[in-house]
């Protein structure tokens, strides 16, 4: 008799795609889809409250899924296809991923350099609204209010004391290692 072994094949991203690196630390279990309960959780592991972490997981799953899920039928279930991120980039955004969801290191630096007008290497929260001013495009509403969510979560959760979002925290955002940061953070808290 033939026993059947199965080898769980995890997803990895891509080395140099910097934005399934950030979407890929939503992915729970690692299977390449990320399901609302995943972003849920994900939000959750990095300090989020309940009701922010379910309004993202909608928001961001019901905006993103059939985006990353070409050739597919609608699905009640929203999934988010991991290596196919890319397809949902929108637009108001810093152009800091390429359209294969690859970091641009000029894009990156611009922003610091058009906006940091008060600390070179930080944005305050005038700064931060001027930046998104700056990129919102003409009649893209959603672009523009994606943006905008992205950029005010960010600041929300990791501005310092005097309001300030650090250049090297928006780099870690753009490539995942923020979420692992905060998430260590926030476990740290609950288990001293």
Not at 54 to 74: D, E, H, Q, V, W
Not at 145 to 156: D, P, Q, S
């Amino acid at each position: 008799m033939a026993s059947s072994t199965s080898t769980e094949v995890k997803f990895v991203p891509e080395e140099d795609n910097f934005l399934q690196k950030h979407v890929a630390f939503f992915d729970r279990n690692k299977d390449g889809i990320v399901y609302p309960s995943e972003t849920f959780q994900g939000f959750r592991a990095i300090g989020c409250g309940y009701l922010l972490s379910a309004f993202a997981s909608l928001f961001i799953n019901m905006g993103l899924s059939s985006k990353t899920r070409p050739g597919k039928g609608f699905s009640l279930s929203f999934p988010i296809e991991v290596k196919n991120i890319h397809l949902a980039k929108h637009g108001s955004d810093s152009g800091v991923y390429d359209k294969d969801g690859r970091f641009v290191e000029s894009k990156f630096e611009e922003i610091f350099a058009k906006h940091s007008h008060t600390h070179p290497d930080a944005l305050t929260g005038k700064e931060l609204q001027e930046l998104l001013d700056s990129n919102k495009e003409a009649n893209d509403r959603k672009g523009a209010i994606a943006a905008y969510t992205e950029w005010k979560i960010l600041h929300y959760l990791c501005k310092d004391k005097n309001g300030l979002l650090h250049k090297d925290t928006v780099r870690a955002v753009y490539d995942g290692s923020l979420f692992e940061k905060l998430e260590k953070q926030t476990a740290s808290k609950k288990h001293p």
